[in-house]
């Protein structure tokens, strides 16, 4: 295509403090959020029809934790297909060559809200369960492709007012299997699992959180202690001993929906979950296939869902690798441009071609 042409196909617009450049067939751009990687703004898309979200990732490829954030994301987003993994519909730069390249524009299926405004307001069991089965149906289909989240907390998980709920974000999640212990990455505080917390150091604010953990739950078992190397073994014996508290201590009914007999069961159910899911040692808690059959979770129980043929991976690109800003430059700019190739005739993933292009 020439210069000129691509060039009047994009128009440039401030949005905060950032300038979004897109393709001219995004209208309305309002912000709706903002992550560690940039703005991501609502936009209604002329082609489609519909209202979509842009993500701008500004020079992704600057550093090693932008381009590996931003090239698996990629990666991940253009292979995976599930209706609780978010999904892409169009990647593009408005800069055209590589050696101009400069920001990805990520096109997804537009989200009412994130989980931190939902978890304000008070849902009953109904709408609780059914989260908690769609985020373990979007889980379990990563993990069948051996890809782990790392980073799940509310602000990456989005829902729509039908209750409808999906994944975001796939920056920290990586194919390889871990021992017990994770490799200390940087997960959000809050809402690290104990093995984070463990494989992290010693940093002032990782005590606190291990402290607080085992104040909630008590301190581990012998067991747990005996899996753990020296160094991290002895800084957990050497903490204050606490016994815990029970669950109905942790979760009371006053927490819950619990005004009628069937909420009551539900309650009770929900805190036998939690009290699955809440447990320090990794072997002993629950799975997430038995938290698909758990009471409180199976009612919604749909095989098409649960049992979503796993994506397929063609290469190595999910490996963790090590590159100069160079070579992230190119390897990104190959992704978006492979984009482009494959969705050039205005082909969808995962839906067939337009009709006139079936016909031609
Ligand atoms: P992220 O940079 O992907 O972590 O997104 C930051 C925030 O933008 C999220 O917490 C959501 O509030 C919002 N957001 C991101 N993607 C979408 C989407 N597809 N639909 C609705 N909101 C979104």
Known sequence: MNKNKREKEFYSIDVGDSTFTVLRRYQNLRPIGSGAQGIVCSAYDQNLERNVAIKKLSRPFQNQTHAKRAYRELVLMKCVNHKNIIGLLHVFTPQKTLEDFQDVYLVMELMDANLCQVIQMELDHERLSYLLYQMLCGIKHLHAAGIIHRDLKPSNIVVKSDCTLKI?????????????????????????????????????????????????????????????????????????????????????????????????????????????????????????????????????????????????????????????????????????YDWEECTKNGVIRGQPPPLAQVQQ
């Open 168 to 336: 975001l974000d796939f920056g920290l999640a990586r194919t390889a299997a871990t021992g017990l212990l994770m490799t200390p990455y940087v997960v959000t505080r809050y809402y690290r699992a104990p093995e984070v917390i463990l494989g992290m150091g010693y940093q002032a604010n990782d005590i606190d959180q291990w402290n607080k953990v085992i104040e909630q739950l008590g301190t581990p078992t012998q067991e747990f202690l005996m899996k753990l190397n020296q160094s991290v073994r002895t800084y957990v014996e050497n903490r204050p001993r606490y016994a815990g508290y029970s669950f109905e201590k942790l979760f009371p009914d006053v927490l819950f929906p619990a005004d009628s007999e069937h909420n009551k069961l539900k309650a009770s159910q929900a805190r036998d979950l939690l009290s699955k899911m809440l447990v320090i040692d990794a072997s002993k808690r629950i799975s997430v296939d038995e938290a698909l059959k758990h009471p409180y979770i199976n009612v919604w129980y749909d095989p098409a869902e649960v049992e979503a043929p796993p994506p397929k991976f063609t290469d190595k690109q999910l490996e963790e690798r090590e590159h100069t800003v160079d070579e992230w430059k190119d390897l990104i700019y190959k992704e978006v």
